[in-house]
């Protein structure tokens, strides 16, 4: 498996939406013991414990239209993974997508009505690359 330096750590990573995500992350670092490792503009960054991380997104944000928290969980073969939903009835909400952030990633939804992005580490791209800027989470 590819390490991707823009993608957060983890397999089964949260993503959760709040109303001013640097509020939000802010406090979820005061409060709970995270670091904030990267932001992306006003809409998302990416925070981290331990091993783990997790996504802090901007309501509304969905690109899906299904509610704004998900869950991203990585894979090891994209392609292979979406066929096996798609035969189980998973609602594909977006065909496996190369980014220009190292990820192949598709979306689908679960019997439940939940969001789940997939994701597998294509590339390693430096996350100033495609406009992230880095936080020291030292």
């Known amino acids: 498996m590819i390490v991707n330096r823009s993608a957060p750590p ?3 990573i949260p993503v959760l939406a ?3 995500i640097v509020v939000a992350s802010d406090w979820l670092c005061r409060a709970f ?4 490792r990267i932001r992306i503009g006003h809409h998302r960054a990416q925070l981290v414990y331990g091993a783990g991380g997790m996504v802090v997104s901007a309501k509304g ?3 899906e239209g299904v509610g704004d928290h998900s869950v991203l969980m990585r894979v090891v073969d994209i392609d292979q993974h979406c066929a096996r939903a798609k035969a189980a009835g998973a609602r594909i909400l ?3 997508t190369s980014h220009p952030y190292g990820e192949r990633q598709y979306s689908a939804e679960d019997i439940g ?6 994701t597998e580490s294509i590339a390693d791209v430096d996350p100033a690359s495609w406009g992230a800027t880095r936080v020291d989470i030292g």
């Open 10 to 12: 983890g397999i089964v």
């Open 18 to 20: 709040y109303d001013d």
């Open 33 to 36: 013991g995270f670091k904030e």
């Open 61 to 63: 944000m969905s690109s």
């Open 94 to 96: 977006q065909e496996p």
């Open 113 to 118: 009505g939940h969001v789940w992005t997939f």
